[in-house]
């Protein structure tokens, strides 16, 4: 049985069209491109205060990326985090913009140098507490001595405002009315002998005379 010419033109564009239709449609070697990794928060520092409106926000992130911040969905702050060998780099963003008291939900995206866009990071949740509803978590710090260094040298204390030379004449003073104190007890304890009563002047103690 024979067939025609024509069959066989036809068939091999039939099966021509088919590999072209599979190569476009599924490529052999096409791989999905892996997203851009997202930041990740770590923590929202208050710095101290419970009604700080400015937090912080601490997390990591890709090297080189530039990190936004948003804070109730509204873009608050952002940086560029510096490079480390490991990729991975730390960020803390301060907030543009105060917030009001009250739950705040915090999240972050990056940004590569190349311009692609990362997604969502994790949601943080925090609280701004009322500004005197509750007291604040600042301890008192203890008076330390504090050193003058743009008038001084060494290690000589100053107090804040007291220049070098004012400290030494106070010192010197000091130093003097120690002495007058220590003279003035020494001579009350041990006094020189002068006239009695009567005006006279005692005589000298007697020596004993060697025997001749």
């Not at 991975?88 to 913009?97: A, E, Q, W």
């Not at 070098?164 to 304890?189: D, E, K, N, P, T």
């Not at 009695?196 to 005379?209: A, C, L, N, Q, R």
């Amino acid at each position: 049985m024979r067939h025609s010419p024509v069959l066989y033109v036809v068939t091999t564009l039939a099966f021509i069209s088919a590999l072209f239709f599979m190569g476009t449609v599924y490529p052999a070697h096409a791989v999905a491109p892996l997203p851009y990794p997202a930041p990740t928060i770590v923590s929202v520092d208050m710095q101290g205060k419970v009604n700080n409106p400015k937090p912080l926000i601490i997390g990591v992130a890709k090297s080189n990326a530039k990190v936004i911040v948003y804070v109730d969905g509204i873009r608050n702050g952002s940086m560029t985090t510096p490079y480390h060998p490991s990729g991975t780099s730390r960020f803390v963003i301060p907030l543009y913009r105060s917030v009001k008291p009250g739950a705040h939900r915090v999240r972050a995206k990056a940004i590569s140098p190349e311009g692609k866009e990362s997604g969502y990071s994790n949601d943080v949740t925090f609280t701004i507490a009322t500004r005197g509803s509750v007291k604040e978590d600042i301890q008192p710090t203890p008076l330390s001595p504090v050193s003058n260094t743009g008038t001084s040298t060494g290690s000589f204390p100053e107090l804040p405002g007291v220049s070098r030379r004012v400290a030494m004449y106070i010192g010197a003073g000091l130093l003097v009315l120690i002495l007058i104190i220590f003279f003035y007890w020494l001579f009350s304890q041990n006094p020189p002998e002068g006239p009695d009563e009567k005006g006279t002047i005692p005589p000298p103690p007697s020596v004993d005379k060697a025997p001749s």
